[in-house]
């Protein structure tokens, strides 16, 4: 959970580790990895989180499945917001990067490419779920959730619109999320993960 009073986490279980957006992105999309079996996400994600990579040579199989599913679960899923959600999804990481970075350049003034390696995965989603509505990405998952209104003889060119914007902004397979349920979603999926592994 973010907090005003005690930095984010950097350490778990006596291990130091890296959480910086970029490095928790990168394991994220490990996650959605189809090609590599679970103890090469296990192995591969370890290796982009934990600092001290000596302590991780003696570990073995089950002891890097239990450390894996800790950071999972008590580092980078929040455990303030619901898992489980009903909306459609509207955000994705990879999908949306360009967004991202202009929202992020527009309402906070920070170059998320100058913030690689340094600013911690909690303080990027705080910042991320505080996006204004003049946003690029905001406008975006403001399109893809909002409903086609049911047509009359009147709003025939409205609809068309927004089924265009849909489109043009359409997720393209799977790993979107919803921006509200968007981090559920993915707190969600981490946790999927770890209770599968």
Not at 84 to 103: L, M, T
Request: overall charge positive.
């Amino acid at each position: 959970m973010f907090s005003l009073y005690q930095r984010p986490v950097s350490r778990y279980g006596g291990y130091r580790l890296n959480l910086s957006f970029d490095r928790v992105l990168r394991v994220l999309a490990l996650l959605e990895e189809s090609e590599l079996d679970d103890a090469d996400k296990v192995d591969l994600a370890l290796r982009l989180l934990v600092m001290n990579k000596r302590k991780l040579l003696r570990l073995n199989p089950v002891q890097k499945m239990e450390l894996y599913e800790g950071i999972l679960r008590d580092c980078i899923a929040d455990q303030s917001h619901p898992v489980a959600s009903r909306e459609p999804k509207c955000f994705d990481f990879a999908q949306d990067a360009d967004a991202i970075y202009s929202s992020f350049w527009l309402d906070y003034g920070i170059d998320l490419h100058g913030q690689i390696g340094r600013m911690h995965w909690r303080t990027f989603t705080a910042l991320f779920s505080g996006l204004s509505e003049r946003t690029k990405m905001r406008e975006i998952m403001s399109i893809r959730r909002r409903p086609l209104p049911k047509p009359t003889k009147y709003n025939q060119e409205t609809i068309r619109n927004l089924m265009e914007l849909k489109s043009f902004y359409a997720l393209r397979g799977p790993g979107g999320t919803d921006y509200q349920a968007g981090l559920s979603e993915l707190y969600g999926m981490l946790e999927r993960q770890v209770v599968k592994e």
